[in-house]
């Protein structure tokens, strides 16, 4: 609601605009310059969000495979097959591939990447180590370790590609190495 004064100022400059000829000033110029300003601005802040999303999703997209595999390192590790063997392995005899991880006195750990069943093999499921790792024991002869496995072992844990060995399952408690060497999963 208008108070007194504001209508008395309306009346004064109708009445002046009538009777004296005077016209209002002309804002459209202003009015369609504040307008375009305001286009620009809302333009500029629309190219502004879609930089900032375009760097957001770079981002994401570049850390994600880092962020994957600092949680798949930090995952439990997969549980070592150790004696007594499991069902799947029990009664192997066969030739496996894959990568010694460590190697002690008398046994190492095996990334068994491949198996292939030999002919004494008695497992019913032998393809079931394949992408497990597991605790594979030296043979021994007359109650002592094979030295020279034990070399070969400590020897191919720094090897880079596939290692290949013959490994039987003994009484289904262990599984031993009776032959260890350099190769790929078609050697044999």
Known sequence: MTTL?????LIDTLLAEILGGET???????????AARG????????????????????TRIVLEPTARRDQSQSAAPEP???????????????????????????SFIFKI????????NKSLTPRWLEGRTAHLLIIRFGGQVSQEMLR???KLKEYDGLVTADVWA??????????LREGDATDR
């Open 80 to 106: 070592v097959i150790r004696s007594p063997l499991p069902p799947e392995a029990q009664g192997f005899q066969g030739f496996l591939a894959g990568t010694i991880l460590s190697a002690d006195d008398t």
């Open 5 to 9: 004064d504001d209508r008395d100022r």
């Open 113 to 120: 990447t491949h198996s292939s069943p030999g002919p004494s």
């Open 39 to 58: 286009r620009r601005a809302r333009e500029w802040l629309a190219v502004g969000l879609a930089g900032a999303l375009l760097i957001a999703i770079g």
């Open 24 to 34: 209002p000033p002309d804002l459209r110029e202003q009015i369609l310059r504040r």
């Open 152 to 154: 070969q072992a400590v």
């Open 170 to 179: 003994e009484r289904d408690e262990a599984l031993i190495v009776t032959r």
